[in-house]
């Protein structure tokens, strides 16, 4: 996936490069199907249909980001999802790296 040659804000992009850094680059994918705005984008689990995270960037401040946490069988269970609003990359990185199942964040000594 080419992140710079995507239809998104600088910030989504500046924030997947971030990921890739420390989550790993095949920790998730981008789903490419689902059209969100240029400030947005759905993260998804590689091999667990239905874990996905909505990240956005419109409404936080600078450098802060929004999470939408989605589950399996969330119709199931009235489309609960768990939601985040200003996060910290550092907050951003652990909530995702669980959602995600990722056992170790990599290059934190980057973030000062």
């Given amino acids: 996936m080419n992140i710079w040659a995507m239809d998104k804000d600088i910030s989504i992009k500046?924030?997947?490069l971030l990921l890739h850094s420390h989550l790993g680059a095949d920790t998730f994918l981008v789903d490419q199907n689902v059209h969100a705005n240029a400030k947005g984008i759905y993260l998804e689990h590689p091999s667990e249909p239905g874990v996905r995270?909505?990240?956005?960037?419109?409404?936080?401040?600078?450098?802060?980001?929004?999470?939408?946490?989605?589950y399996p069988d969330a119709a199931l269970n009235?489309?609960?999802?768990?939601?985040?609003?200003n996060l910290k990359l550092i907050s951003l990185l652990n909530i995702l790296a669980v959602h995600f199942d990722v056992s170790e964040?990599?290059?934190?000594d980057l973030l000062g």
């Fill in 53 to 70: 995270a909505y990240l956005f960037t419109t409404g936080q401040e600078p450098e802060r980001y929004g999470l939408h946490l989605e």
């Fill in 14 to 16: 500046h924030v997947l």
């Fill in 78 to 85: 009235n489309n609960l999802i768990d939601a985040y609003e």
């Fill in 105 to 108: 964040l990599k290059n934190l």
